[in-house]
């Protein structure tokens, strides 16, 4: 009987690797502090001293000062509360887009991937035509559509959701707008990766000891393709956000008087001319962002399929 | 080949009609009528009424969708419902070729500095000048277009006065700077992405070392063997952005004054101008469905092993 | 058709004991990719074959790489459905089973995979690669953490194997864990797939021994697969060898080693060297022809004739291009070839049927 000569344990090989990329990686870092503080500023919007929607008109349009450190805009309001509460908005579009991209997306893919045949080529078929619908298109529609039908006068079967729409300040518009394009990328990557799983000769034993499909889903395609989600997670959450603030910027996203990145850049623009300021701070707010949130995207992905690296 | 070319071009019309059907429903689902918009009073009962038969909008909805099928198939898209003196196709007419001429300068743009930058950045040894030409190409990526624009259009515009700040006065004027760059940003980024990490993959293969200890000169390897192979993965980047960037960001037009096909779908889809919607959508999604199309056919040309497999 | 009928007879005659396993007239065909315009061409993996495999003992399956012994192993534990043909366990007839009752009735065949890399789960802890058939059958935890115990002693793993996951494990015993998962399942017969193939020659050697052991001490019927004859002289009970999709000769291992009664399984033997000794009259031995014919053109009548070897010798006899040959000859000796007879005189080797191949001798 021959004794055991495994290797120590190394459980930690994914987080090890993670250390040493943040080391090597002085942009990652920042990139990461950045994206804490903005969830940090979301999280602590209430907080602030002048809240985001007390309008004083007599100093509107005002220059970073003691009292508003980046300023008030054209109704009065302090510019660096409606940024954080627009942080809050970004934040919520950020976590709830993950969660439609995981729970349609993924299974989707699983479906379309595991069942194979017919139905897949089916469902396919109709992932192939939303992606031939462009997706900035197809998001203004649903948008308009969306509220349409829940701002104002809504029809009686939908007056729970409009209440809901009401209270969100039209954040629900955006969320339910989402839901119908950000889980398209996440379906077709998790199929591909099913379609290499699925004949892996571990699945194959799990079916002679007669597992179910669904047993094999959950016990193995799921775990294994977790990289994979997660990889799809990265390229969702900036094009969600993106799409929420142009959606916002347009005017079909959240109502005002809501702050969101989008509707403040939408005014600074406005005053472009006149009063700069007020489109500086929401715009290096959004980029910096969405820059750190692609730089953290590049690194997560470089972490988990080493053959991608240089 | 020729029997692939036709059999993927008969498989994009199921997509097209998903497409037509979609549109058409989310168009006529929105409630409200057409002739709401604009005024202040709501719309007097009669003239409603007579509006309506006139554009048969009370016709039951599968008899408007196979009507405007059918109109639409030869050529006659309908007649706009917020500006009823001109018809779908004339609007097209004179505002797409505005957004094409944006959007090809702007991927014109792309390609031509997004390659070769690409290619600098995986050949250079220089770690410096790989790195800058990353983190810009990050950059590029991250920023949303109409901030580009925006910040664009003031630094340029209003502060410097180097460029008109609204306005649209042909493809070789300084008021074409601020839309082609912010909107090339984007596709321009990408590719460098693309390019770059395409080429270390294609560099490291085998038979480029072979070509390599062969003593082929470097820009004989770059053109022939990597370029080749190095292009597939780039062309499906193309794809996806030069179909979007080809009809024209909205944002963009918006902001900088383009006179757009972009622009006018917002104001239309504002302004339930269901003929000039559906319309629009339509041809955009002949035109994602045609560059698809055109990419999976430059695999072909690209990649010798796909001709010779089974579509 | 006629031979066939005469082949089960015959089968059913010699089967003194039970047969375990049977499979009839079982055919895997897959599309083959084709350019456009051309017919439609078939992959025959498996075309026709006919055995039985008796309880307890160990059936070796050879051939070369793409001779179909993969695909019909897979197909005898139903992992892949056959296109024609059926396969029956215990009397009953696995392939009119629907996909439900299937997955009942399917615990009794198991598997053990030639790729210790690929069949566990990388992301699942020994554990749970072993106990999931228990967990599968409801078995509670405590009990399944003790069978669990069992089963890795049995294969020669400690305890503390448990709770590690495959990749801290070398080929060998993570081919040990992929016994242990089949054993946990409690079967009656179990498909062995090259499960040597992957791993070093000195580990090959303590595998042998530990499935021979395991065979004996739980009463199992084996289905050994494998393209090495030197491993197989040392397992098997009969041998089977397969070309090109079908069964060429069938017989006991001791016979089929010493007097092959088909040019294919004599160009085999004496591509071993341990196996084969040369004669005095020093000819060359008798090499396979030419590549290996793809399985979607088959060759017309016996489908070995353009490489054999005893066609040449007997200058191109018409029957071998017109006629495919089946499987004759008695109860205990099937050949399929039309010279079955006159082979023993023009093979110019002796077949050292005594060489020991025990573990420890270097190759």
Redo the contacts between chains.
């Keep these: 009987m021959s004794a055991i000569e495994a290797s120590p344990s190394v459980r930690s090989t994914i987080i090890w690797r993670a250390t040493s990329l943040i080391r090597q990686r002085p942009a990652l870092a920042l990139s990461i502090l950045c994206l804490a503080l903005v969830a940090l500023v979301a999280l602590g919007a209430p907080l602030l001293p002048y809240g985001p929607f007390k309008q004083d008109i007599l100093h509107r349009n005002g220059v970073p000062s003691a009292f508003h450190w980046l300023g008030t805009d054209e109704l009065g309001r302090d510019v660096g509360a409606r940024l954080a509460m627009g942080a809050r908005v970004s934040l919520i579009v950020a976590i709830s887009s993950s969660l439609i991209a995981v729970a349609i997306g993924v299974m989707i893919g699983m479906l379309s991937g595991y069942l194979g045949g017919f139905a897949d080529t089916l469902i396919m078929r109709f992932v192939d035509s939303m992606y031939a619908f462009p997706e900035t298109l197809f998001a203004i529609l649903i948008a308009s559509l969306v509220k349409g039908q829940l701002s104002g006068q809504a029809p009686a079967l939908l007056e729970p959701l409009a209440e809901a729409y009401r209270w969100s300040g039209g954040l629900l518009g955006v969320l339910l707008t989402l839901g119908f394009t950000c889980w398209l990328t996440t379906a077709r990557l998790v199929r591909s990766q099913v379609l290499a799983l699925k004949n892996s000769e571990y699945i194959l034993a799990s079916q002679l000891a007669g597992a179910s499909g669904w047993f094999i889903v959950k016990k193995h395609l799921l775990p294994n393709a977790q990289p994979v989600i997660l990889v799809a997670i990265t390229f969702v959450v900036p094009n969600a956000i993106l799409l929420e603030a142009g959606l916002s910027f347009i005017g079909i996203g959240v109502d005002p008087p809501t702050p969101s990145w989008g509707t403040m850049i939408a005014a600074g623009v406005q005053s472009l001319q006149s009063y700069p300021h007020l489109l500086i701070a929401p715009a290096l707010a959004i980029g910096a962002t969405l820059l750190a949130l692609n730089v953290v995207g590049d690194a997560l992905r470089d972490l988990y399929d080493p053959a991608l690296r240089r | 080949m020729l029997g692939y070319v036709v059999k993927r071009t008969l498989a994009s019309l199921p997509t097209l009609f998903f497409v037509y059907t979609l549109v058409f429903l989310i168009a006529h689902v929105t409630p409200g009528s057409p002739w709401d918009i604009g005024s202040n009073r709501p719309i007097e009962p009669t003239v409603k009424a007579s509006l309506d038969a006139r554009y048969h909008l009370n016709d039951p909805l599968t008899t408007q969708y196979v009507e405007y099928l059918a109109s639409a198939l030869q050529g006659d898209l309908g007649p706009s419902y917020r500006d009823r003196t001109q018809t779908v196709d004339q609007i097209i007419w004179r505002f797409l070729p505005v957004s094409l001429e944006l959007g090809a300068a702007a991927m014109v743009v792309a390609i031509g500095f997004g390659l070769p930058l690409g290619a600098l950045a995986a050949l250079t040894r220089h770690r410096g000048v790989d790195s800058a030409i990353r983190m810009l190409s990050t950059l590029g990526i991250s920023m949303p277009t109409y901030v580009v624009t925006s910040i664009l259009i003031v630094t340029l515009g209003v502060s410097l006065g180097l460029v008109p700040t609204f306005g649209w006065r042909g493809l070789f004027s300084t008021s074409a700077i601020v839309p082609v760059f912010s909107l090339a940003l984007a596709p321009l980024a990408a590719m460098i992405r693309y390019f770059r990490s395409s080429m270390l993959e294609v560099m490291h293969l085998d038979y480029v070392r072979t070509a390599r200890a062969k003593g082929v000169r470097p820009i004989n390897i770059i053109i022939r063997h990597l370029g080749r192979n190095a292009l597939i993965p780039v062309m499906t980047v193309a794809g996806v952005y030069a179909a979007n960037v080809l009809t024209g960001s909205f944002f963009v037009e918006s902001i900088a004054g383009v006179p757009g096909f972009g622009r006018y779908f917002v104001l239309a889809v504002a302004a339930r101008d269901y003929p000039v919607v559906i319309g629009t959508t339509l041809v955009y999604a002949l035109f994602v469905i045609t560059i698809n199309l055109l990419v999976d056919l430059s695999y072909v040309v690209l990649d010798p092993r796909i001709r010779t497999s089974t579509a | 058709m006629h031979s066939s009928d005469r082949r089960e007879q015959q089968h059913r005659k010699s089967a003194r004991q039970r047969s375990l396993l049977e499979v009839k007239n079982l055919s895997m065909l897959f599309p083959a990719?084709?350019?456009?315009?051309q017919a439609r061409a078939w992959v025959r993996a498996v075309d026709g074959v006919t055995l039985s495999v008796i309880s307890g003992e160990t059936l070796a399956v050879v051939g070369e790489s793409g001779c179909g012994k993969t695909t019909l192993g897979?197909a005898m534990?139903m992992?892949a459905r056959p296109t024609a043909g059926e396969v029956s366990f215990d009397n009953i007839e696995l392939t009119k089973l629907s996909l439900g009752a299937l997955?009942?009735a399917?615990?009794q065949?198991?598997?053990i995979?030639?790729?210790p890399y690929?069949?566990?789960?990388?992301?699942?802890r020994v554990e749970d690669?072993v106990g999931?058939?228990l967990l599968?059958?409801g078995v509670p935890r405590r009990a399944r953490r003790e069978r669990v115990a069992e089963l890795l002693?049995l294969v020669?793993?400690?305890p503390?194997?448990a709770p590690?996951?495959p990749?801290?494990?070398?080929g060998g015993?993570r081919q040990r864990v992929?016994i242990a998962?089949?054993l946990?399942?409690e079967p009656k017969l179990i498909v062995c797939d090259e499960p040597l193939s992957a791993l070093d020659v000195s580990i090959q050697a303590?595998i042998v021994a530990l499935l021979k052991d395991v065979q004996q001490r739980l009463v199992l019927t084996y289905v050994f697969i494998s393209h090495d004859l030197a491993v197989v002289r040392q397992i098997a009970d009969r041998v089977a060898v397969m070309y090109l999709g079908t069964v060429v000769e069938l017989a006991d291992a001791a016979v089929i080693f010493q007097a092959p009664r088909h040019p294919y399984t004599v160009a085999l033997l004496s591509a071993v060297p341990k196996l084969a000794t040369r004669s005095s009259t020093s000819q060359a031995p008798p090499l396979v022809q030419g590549d290996p014919p793809s399985p979607i053109d088959v060759p017309r009548g016996c489908r070995f004739h353009p490489r054999c070897w005893l066609r040449e010798r007997l200058n191109n006899p018409e029957i071998c291009v017109s006629a495919e040959p089946f499987l004759s000859g008695g109860d205990k000796h099937l050949s399929a070839c039309h010279f079955a007879t006159e082979l023993v005189r023009h093979a110019t080797l002796d077949f050292d049927a005594s060489a020991s191949l025990s573990a420890g001798d270097s190759r």
């Excluded at chain 3, 690929?118 to 699942?124: A, E, I, T, V």
């Excluded at chain 3, 990749?167 to 070398?170: I, L």
């Design positions: 990719r084709r350019r456009l315009g897979r534990v992992l997955r009942a399917r615990r065949l198991q598997m995979f030639q790729d690929g069949s566990l789960d990388p992301r699942q690669i999931e058939p599968i059958r002693g020669g793993l400690g503390d194997a590690r996951l990749r801290e494990f070398s015993q992929g998962r089949a946990a399942a303590q």
